[in-house]
């Protein structure tokens, strides 16, 4: 089998990246050079360190490359792809260490392979690694190999960051390799930090900014300053992920920035991205009030065709209490010396009651009440108004029916009444009031009374 990290590829131009060396560079000849970790002599036949898939337990442990891992890799290669790259990775790793100057795009591609197999199982990998080579990440191109080179890579792969923040949410420590101890820091961790505030993830994004702001080497040569990554952020996350809370916390981030200038800039892109949220907040509230309208207009119109229904109602029985009226009244037309002549349903009574509800409980049939001319009203000249026996107006005649009856007072006589029925159509506010009309001068107006159809025509009665 080749040797993974042993191939001289062709170079790839990516942003920070050195020149390959042609040659291998040897332990004594680099300052980063990590003393090789001392490796543990693995028997392919004893498969107690090795789990179900064939993979070591340990994921920390070094493999001896002197071992003969050939017939493993073989045996799964057609199988488990992932092992393949892994076992080669663990059986090259002292040529990792000892040539890693000119392995550069090896790491990326095969941490990149890895993810597309398993993002659990690459991430074990990718961890081991940083923590392998943790000391010579304050090399900025160290840096890019291990940390901005895989992201770079990755990103360009798939939708990769949104997969990566469960990884950063459950090991702090793999978060504070890629955030505090890069050298190399640029667009791609922007791009994480968005995706966190895009996913609503703002512990995540705090504690990730606590590790970028103490990085020592955040707005030194290869690394961006602290309010350019902001300024990626807030371009690129979109609009409805911002709400109030979102703001304050980013505006707060903000606000720590010692350029003046920047501020500035930045809390308007953010005023910006916060347009929309007060936008939205404000249609969706003219959005209820619309909805709470047509509801009540809903109700409104229940309600008056419930009304319009009462009142048939209530029409239909008045049509019932008059003709039960004037069958009594036949046989007996006279109460306190005056004749019977009309038998009317007062109007506007839930107006003239309106300020007087307690009226209506104290009022029974058969109490009298008292006609009083209004010809000064500017609705109607010929209206007369009806009151208790306190005074309190309790309605009107209808004006179907005051033609007459003010013909009647105006010319000098005196009508009265007495209620015959009380009523209130229910859940409504409709009140019937139904009064029987007696005039004390029958004789004189007699005429007048048997020529009107709208006045009941009875015959003269006979001395009492």
Request: hydrophobic share 40%.
């Amino acid at each position: 089998m080749s040797n993974f990290f042993k191939i001289n590829r062709k170079a790839k131009s990516k942003p920070g990246a050195a020149p390959l060396s042609s040659t291998s560079v040897q332990p004594n000849q680099t300052e980063n050079h990590i003393d090789k970790a001392p490796f543990v002599k693995i028997d392919p036949a004893d498969r107690s360190i090795f789990d179900e898939n064939g993979y070591p337990i340990d994921i920390n442990m070094p493999i001896d490359p002197a071992s003969d891992l050939n017939q493993e890799i073989l045996k799964y290669r057609s199988a488990d792809g992932q092992y393949q790259f892994s076992a080669a990775l663990y059986a090259n790793f002292p040529d990792l260490k000892e040539n890693f100057e000119e392995n550069r795009e090896d790491v990326a591609d095969i941490i990149c392979d890895l993810f597309l197999l398993d993002e659990s199982y690459a991430y074990k990998i990718w961890k081991w690694l940083l923590i392998t080579f943790r000391s010579v990440l304050s090399s900025p191109s160290n840096s890019y190999r291990l940390i901005s080179g895989v992201l770079y890579t990755l990103a360009h792969q798939y939708t990769f960051f949104e997969h990566l923040l469960p990884f950063l949410r459950s090991d702090m420590e793999f978060s504070e390799i890629l955030f505090r101890e890069s050298a190399y820091v640029d667009k791609r961790h922007a791009l994480i930090l968005a995706s966190c505030i895009e996913k609503q993830d703002c512990s995540l994004f705090q504690e990730l900014v606590v590790f970028l702001k103490s990085n020592p080497h955040l707005g030194h040569e290869n690394a961006i300053a602290f309010e350019k990554i902001l300024q990626i952020v807030l371009e690129e996350i979109p609009s409805p992920a911002v709400d109030h809370g979102i703001y304050s916390i980013l505006s707060d981030c903000i606000k720590t920035s010692a350029k003046p200038m920047m501020r500035k800039i930045l809390l308007k892109i953010l005023d910006g991205k916060l347009e929309y949220l007060l936008k939205e907040e404000a249609r969706k509230k003219a959005e209820k009030k619309r909805l709470k309208r047509i509801e009540e207009q809903n109700l409104l119109h229940q309600k008056e065709i419930a009304s319009r229904l009462n009142l048939r109602n209530t029409k239909l029985k008045y049509h019932e209490l008059k003709l039960a009226c004037l069958s009594q009244r036949k046989n007996d037309p006279y109460w306190e010396n005056g004749r019977f002549i009309d038998f009317q349903a007062l109007a506007g009574t839930m107006i003239a009651l309106k300020d007087h509800t307690e009226v209506l409980a104290s009022l029974l049939p058969g109490d009298r009440v008292e006609l009083v001319r209004e010809p000064y009203n500017a609705k109607d000249p010929a209206s007369i108004s009806v009151h208790d026996g306190t005074g309190v107006k309790l309605g009107y005649i209808s004006n179907q029916a005051n033609t007459l009856l003010s013909f009647i007072i105006d010319h000098g006589e005196y009508l009265f009444g007495r209620i015959y029925s009380l009523g209130r159509e229910t859940d409504s506010d409709i009140i019937q009031i139904c009064i029987e009309i007696f005039i004390k001068n029958a004789i004189l107006f007699l005429s007048i009374l048997v020529s009107n159809t709208n006045i009941v025509s009875l015959p003269v009665p006979s001395e009492r």
